[in-house]
């Protein structure tokens, strides 16, 4: 029996559109998905874009205005990778036209918008996601699972880190990312942090924020030079419902570091760390009764760590950034075919916001707040 079709429009095919393009066609071929995955239009800035990417990644159609895409009666879920400040728009006006919608990060650029467009989504009863795709790999899977089986004791300490250097250079020119409206680096960067450490550890319960701006000016692509507002690194401590403490950290001008997502566990009975530069390694530290044999010890993504085993039957070779999108939308298409609730909708979506913003608010205003 043929799989009913899911049509997908996406809009946006810069770094992003690219990756959830992958996440599909990579999807189609590893997991035996309940639909059948169609890229039915791209949208992009101009319809010469828009065209060729069509022609590059294997759409039947191409436009340069994303409402078609929402307005298309044969399209089922709308795609959204285009700049941050333009996702609610697109996402209401899906939402409105009764479709699915699968948005990168973040939801919006303020908590209020991520609200409403949750709201309307769930009034709507249409299924959601949205990106946060480091959660999906494999490893972080069985760092929850030996949290929460008890592996490691008690839970006293975290540390969440994500660390890039793309805005290092000052002349480089402003750009959507510098927006005060829900730019900065602990938005970019720091809502990545957050969701791996209530993924892991459970809900964040107080913040602590400290965000600071270090380059105050940038080109302006116009000859002249516009300020900048927004944080460049930014940092929060951490008080977690289950009575653990910890701390987030985010920078992108952090020189030399290219993908460094990464957090350590500190538990009574063993610790774990690891690093988004090494993508299929966690480090393990069980404490032994043994003096001299104590020390931490490699455990290699495998087949033992699902879904690793359905791109790969061997440990240690490796899944990539990619391979994360790919299973984002894995489950994301079984949440619509009704197998399960979604992976990451927009209500958790609305809930990293939310904590960006009161990390935001700590900062101006120097003291604990509640989440």
């Known amino acids: 029996m043929a ?5 997908v429009g996406l809009i946006g095919t810069g770094f992003m559109g690219k990756a959830h393009i992958f996440g599909y ?6 997991f035996d998905l309940p639909r059948n995955i169609v890229l039915d239009t791209v949208a992009d800035i101009t319809d010469e874009a828009a065209r060729a990417a069509a022609t590059r990644y294997g759409f039947e159609k191409a436009t340069s205005d994303w409402r078609t895409i929402v307005e298309d009666p044969n399209i089922d879920v709308v795609n959204i990778t285009a700049p941050n400040a333009l996702h609610k728009e697109m996402s209401m006006a899906a939402i409105a036209a009764g479709k699915h919608v699968y948005c990168e990060k973040p939801l919006a650029p ?38 929460r089986s ?4 008690e839970i006293r300490a975290y540390r969440g880190y994500h660390a890039e250097d793309y805005m290092t250079d000052e002349t480089a020119p402003f750009t959507f990312r510098h927006d005060p409206q829900g730019g ?25 924020g400290d965000t600071v701006n270090v380059i105050g000016e940038r080109p302006d692509g116009k000859g002249g030079i516009r300020k900048v507002e927004v944080d460049d690194v930014g940092r929060a401590f951490l ?35 690891f690093s988004g530069e090494r993508l299929n390694e966690l480090r393990f530290y069980p404490v032994s009764a043994i003096p001299g044999r104590d020390g931490f ?68 205003q120097e003291r604990w707040l509640d989440t």
């Open 150 to 153: 008890g592996e490691l004791g």
């Open 184 to 208: 900065g680096a602990f938005a970019d960067l720091g809502s990545h942090t957050l969701a791996t450490a209530e993924y892991l550890l459970g809900p964040i319960t107080r913040v602590m």
């Open 239 to 273: 008080r977690f419902q289950s009575g653990a403490t910890g701390s987030v950290e985010a920078s992108w001008i952090a020189t030399g570091q290219k993908m460094s997502h990464d957090f350590e566990v500190y538990g009574s009975r063993g610790g774990l760390t």
């Open 25 to 30: 066609t990579t999807a189609a071929r590893v």
């Open 297 to 364: 010890r490699t455990i290699l993504a495998g087949p033992n760590h699902p879904p690793y085993g359905e791109f790969c039957v061997a440990p240690g070779h490796q899944l990539g950034f990619n391979d994360l999108k790919a299973i984002e939308v894995a489950g994301y298409v079984g949440a619509i075919a009704g197998l399960h609730d979604e992976p990451f909708n927009f209500r958790a979506g609305w809930r990293i916001q939310s904590l960006v913003e009161t990390v935001h608010r700590s900062s101006q």
């Open 110 to 147: 303020l908590a209020i918008d991520a609200s409403e467009m949750t709201e309307a989504a769930e009034a709507a009863g249409v299924k959601t996601q949205v990106g946060f795709n480091y959660i999906c790999n494999p490893v972080f899977g069985l760092a929850r699972e030996m949290i």
């Open 3 to 7: 799989k009913p079709p899911l049509r």
